[in-house]
């Protein structure tokens, strides 16, 4: 997502709770951390899927969870990448292949199906972990002193 789409997506969110207070500079700067590496569409979907949630529907998103818990379905695309080395297929992704290797790259194919689940699991959140750091080094310094700023 680029940032021009991403302050239209801040946007909507306003205008759908418009007696609500707008996102703080610090709020917005953490969804656009944890938002920018999906497309404009997967936002706004998830953002729909909010807005008809019985429990936080009501409320305008706060926190970055209250829209990416309903981009699950970024997890699956993840998850295959994993379970490609298990099929012996080649696997295009640098970042999914260093994180394998580190793991313990071919020796992976001996663990039990039990040890799969949850090396899957790790490996999920190791790519989202990582992905997470190459956006912030992308940051200047100055966007990442008005990320912490009182």
Do not use: C
Not at 12 to 31: A, H, M, N
Not at 68 to 79: G, H, P, Q
Not at 124 to 139: A, D, F, N, T
Request: proline residues 3%; hydrophobic residues 35%; charged residues 30%.
């Amino acid at each position: 997502m680029t940032k021009q789409e991403f302050k239209q997506i801040i946007g909507l969110f306003d205008k759908t709770y418009p007696k609500q207070v707008p996102l703080t500079t610090e709020q917005q700067g953490v969804f656009w951390m944890s938002l920018q590496r999906y497309t404009k569409e997967q936002v706004f979907l998830a953002f729909i899927s909010h807005t008809e949630d019985k429990e936080f529907g009501i409320w305008k998103p706060q926190v970055p969870v209250n829209i990416t818990k309903f981009l699950a379905n970024t997890d699956l695309e993840i998850k295959s990448k994993f379970q490609a080395f298990f099929q012996h297929k080649e696997v295009k992704d640098d970042l999914a292949v260093k994180l394998y290797k580190q793991m313990g790259g071919s020796k992976l194919s001996r663990i039990t199906q039990k040890e799969y689940i949850i090396k899957e699991k790790e490996f999920v959140e190791m790519y989202k972990l990582s992905k997470h750091r190459e956006h912030y080094q992308l940051l200047t310094n100055d966007q990442k002193n008005k990320l912490f700023m009182d």
